[in-house]
């Protein structure tokens, strides 16, 4: 296994990003490799211990604080054309030294490797895992909870249930747990994938459960990395792991359906036809469903065998009440639609989004209020009217600085409100790189003058 090293990294100014408005997007894209895939293949490759190679995987900020959370623990990583080369140390680390792995905001690495680096076998005996300020407020107390349950050696040394986290590594055994996944299903997901590799089978019984289809995508990627029968199985109280340690070699990363949702999305707005290449149709990612959700907004959307395409069918109308409970990835790109159209729509079930990247429902909130667009903001969701469903082409208005919070799904959202109002002016518009390293980059070459839009 060989892999050429890479020299490009992508880069993103970080002024503050005026969106032009008053054009149409049109044309075809095909957006990155999806982020939640990435991380899984990324963690799985850990807990086998063996060489692995990651096709196309996601290369963005999260996915590189994974990869160098990899090399600082000993593997090697080796980035050649559209694959990583992942090789575990000739050398395990010695045992009894302490290692420091750094986060960042990514909550999906962070949680992963919570469970995954409790049940490592080699290596050091205790590793710190710590992250941004931001990452040090969100929870992983239920997920600590569990782990412990099946006899990891976990500390919390920023308050119980908060990072930073000191792991004593190979203490997780197996055995029986109980997990409250309410506040993200990434808790879940953790322990299954972590549990492959624990010495005994384990028993979870799960009182809650949210975004439960990021679930089903853990569970592909398990299947695909294991032989035999399935390994983790459903009960009537949750599920059940047996043993079975992952073995990579091979893993293709599909599209990201996240990331695709936003020109389609975008296509829906301003009355134009996007082609969205790369996707699969019968893939587990939730956020497939946004592009049912557009349809039933109006928009028309046709798929020919790895690419479907969005098109403008007329006026947008307001979906009405919605729980996104299972895509909440994709709250914000509906409520920069719902001012567009006619009626008013209701964002549901998602108290969960306050402890993601930003506290998301407050973001889009003071963001389209700054806009001049009334929102009602709920402990769990959104109230927003269709104000601009009757007005065609461009809404005018003052020019607006829109704080994404850090967050580059904000960013995105407000990227798309900008194509219909003027004056939406995104500052830090570099965060997008966290998931979607060249957005800007599609995004203008997408947009068309209205006359050659379709």
Same mark, same amino acid.
């Given at each position: 296994?060989?892999?050429?090293?890479?020299?490009?990294?992508?880069s993103d100014p970080s002024t503050p990003r005026p969106i032009p408005s008053g054009r149409v997007?049109?044309?075809?894209?095909?957006?990155?490799?999806?982020?939640?895939?990435?991380? $899984?293949?990324?963690?799985?490759?850990?807990?086998?211990?063996?060489?692995?190679?990651?096709?196309?995987?996601?290369?963005?900020?999260?996915?590189?604080?994974?990869?160098?959370?990899?090399?600082?623990?000993?593997?090697?990583?080796? =980035?050649?054309?559209?694959? *990583?080369?992942?090789?575990?140390?000739?050398?395990?680390?010695?045992?009894?030294?302490?290692?420091?792995?750094?986060?960042?905001?990514?909550?999906?690495?962070?949680?992963?490797?919570?469970?995954?680096?409790?049940?490592?076998?080699?290596?050091?005996?205790?590793?710190?895992?710590?992250?941004?300020? %931001?990452?040090?407020?969100?929870?992983?107390?239920?997920?600590?909870?569990?782990?412990?349950?099946?006899?990891?050696?976990?500390?919390?040394?920023?308050?119980? +249930?908060?990072?930073?986290?000191?792991?004593?590594?190979?203490?997780? &055994?197996?055995?029986?747990?109980?997990?409250?996944? +309410?506040?993200?299903? =990434?808790?879940?997901?953790?322990?299954?994938?972590?549990?492959?590799?624990?010495?005994?089978?384990?028993?979870?019984?799960?009182?809650?459960?949210?975004?439960?289809?990021? *679930?089903?995508?853990?569970?592909? !990627?398990?299947?695909?990395?294991?032989?035999?029968?399935?390994?983790?199985?459903?009960?009537?109280?949750?599920?059940?792991?047996?043993?079975?340690?992952?073995?990579?070699? $091979?893993?293709?990363?599909?599209?990201?359906?996240?990331?695709?949702?936003?020109?389609?999305?975008?296509? !829906?707005?301003?009355?134009?036809?996007?082609?969205?290449?790369?996707?699969?149709?019968?893939?587990?990612?939730?956020?497939? %469903?946004?592009?049912?959700?557009?349809?039933?907004?109006?928009?028309?959307?046709?798929?020919?065998?790895?690419?479907?395409?969005? $098109?403008?069918?007329?006026?947008?109308?307001?979906?009405?009440?919605?729980?996104?409970?299972?895509?909440?990835? &994709?709250?914000?790109?509906?409520?920069?639609?719902?001012?567009?159209?006619r009626g008013t729509t209701r964002i549901e079930n998602v108290a969960h989004l306050r402890i993601?990247?930003?506290?998301?429902?407050?973001?889009?909130?003071?963001?389209?209020?700054?806009?001049?667009?009334?929102?009602?903001?709920?402990?769990?969701?959104?109230?927003?009217?269709?104000?601009?469903?009757?007005?065609?082409?461009?809404?005018?208005?003052?020019?607006?600085?829109?704080?994404?919070?850090?967050?580059?799904?904000?960013?995105?959202?407000?990227?798309?409100?900008?194509?219909?109002?003027?004056?939406?002016?995104?500052?830090?518009?570099?965060?997008?790189?966290?998931?979607?390293?060249?957005?800007? +980059?599609?995004?203008?070459?997408?947009?068309?003058?209205?006359?050659?839009?379709?």
């Amino acid at each position: 296994m060989s892999c050429a090293p890479r020299t490009d990294r992508p880069s993103d100014p970080s002024t503050p990003r005026p969106i032009p408005s008053g054009r149409v997007l049109g044309g075809a894209v095909t957006p990155p490799p999806s982020k939640s895939v990435t991380h $899984r293949a990324l963690n799985l490759s850990l807990l086998s211990g063996r060489p692995a190679v990651v096709e196309r995987p996601l290369l963005a900020e999260d996915t590189r604080l994974f990869l160098g959370a990899l090399n600082g623990l000993g593997w090697r990583v080796e =980035q050649g054309g559209e694959e *990583v080369c992942l090789a575990p140390p000739q050398a395990p680390l010695a045992r009894g030294v302490e290692a420091r792995v750094f986060c960042g905001n990514a909550g999906t690495m962070y949680r992963f490797l919570t469970a995954s680096l409790a049940v490592l076998e080699s290596g050091p005996t205790r590793v710190l895992l710590d992250g941004t300020p %931001r990452l040090r407020e969100r929870p992983i107390g239920p997920l600590v909870d569990a782990l412990r349950a099946l006899g990891a050696r976990i500390e919390c040394l920023g308050g119980e +249930g908060h990072a930073p986290l000191l792991i004593e590594t190979g203490s997780l &055994q197996g055995g029986r747990a109980s997990l409250r996944a +309410g506040e993200s299903s =990434q808790y879940l997901s953790a322990l299954l994938m972590a549990c492959l590799a624990a010495p005994k089978p384990t028993r979870l019984e799960v009182a809650s459960l949210t975004s439960a289809p990021y *679930v089903e995508i853990t569970r592909e !990627a398990i299947r695909g990395t294991v032989s035999g029968e399935d390994p983790v199985r459903e009960t009537p109280e949750g599920y059940a792991i047996e043993p079975a340690r992952p073995r990579v070699e $091979r893993f293709r990363v599909e599209g990201d359906f996240s990331a695709a949702c936003y020109p389609a999305a975008g296509a !829906a707005l301003t009355g134009g036809a996007v082609e969205i290449r790369g996707l699969r149709r019968g893939s587990a990612q939730g956020d497939r %469903r946004l592009f049912d959700l557009l349809e039933r907004m109006g928009a028309s959307v046709s798929w020919r065998d790895e690419a479907v395409t969005v $098109r403008a069918a007329g006026a947008l109308v307001a979906p009405g009440a919605v729980d996104l409970s299972a895509m909440p990835d &994709q709250v914000p790109t509906l409520a920069a639609l719902a001012p567009f159209a006619r009626g008013t729509t209701r964002i549901e079930n998602v108290a969960h989004l306050r402890i993601k990247e930003s506290d998301r429902l407050l973001a889009m909130a003071t963001g389209l209020s700054a806009l001049g667009v009334p929102v009602e903001e709920r402990p769990d969701g959104l109230v927003i009217e269709g104000c601009w469903a009757d007005r065609e082409g461009v809404v005018s208005g003052e020019e607006r600085v829109i704080d994404p919070f850090d967050d580059h799904r904000i960013a995105m959202a407000f990227a798309l409100v900008g194509l219909r109002r003027s004056g939406v002016v995104v500052a830090h518009p570099e965060v997008v790189a966290k998931s979607y390293p060249a957005f800007w +980059g599609d995004l203008g070459s997408l947009l068309r003058p209205v006359a050659d839009s379709v």
